[in-house]
């Protein structure tokens, strides 16, 4: 994996669901990171339900923690509900910590 992949995955595993104490990323809501060659940043992700509290601000500061890094020049974030999230998406990480 690339450096700068590491780095993004890092900046995502600060950000928590405020329902969840895991962060996204070991809950399985970022289902893609595509980075370009100019440095653009595609990333793919769900919620936990089409009806989060949070469907607003929690893209965005996926998007803004991103931009922070300053190798990356812009990133594109979808918000995409296929598939749908599941508990089986969750890292074992994740699993033990919520004792699933």
């Not at 329902?19 to 940043?41: A, H, M, Q, T």
């Not at 595609?42 to 989060?52: A, G, H, K």
Request: net charge negative; aromatic share 4%.
């Amino acid at each position: 994996m690339s450096e700068l992949k590491n780095k993004i995955i890092a900046e995502v595993k600060k950000i928590y669901d405020p329902e969840i104490p895991v962060n996204i990323y070991e809950l399985g809501l970022i289902y893609k990171i595509e980075i370009s060659d100019k440095k653009k940043v595609n990333i793919e992700m769900t919620l936990t339900s089409p009806n989060c509290p949070v469907a607003e601000s929690l893209p965005k500061m996926v998007k803004d923690n991103v931009l922070k890094i300053k190798e990356v020049s812009d990133v594109d974030l979808k918000l995409v509900w296929s598939p749908p999230w599941t508990k089986d998406m969750m890292s074992e990480a994740a699993k033990l910590e919520l004792n699933l």
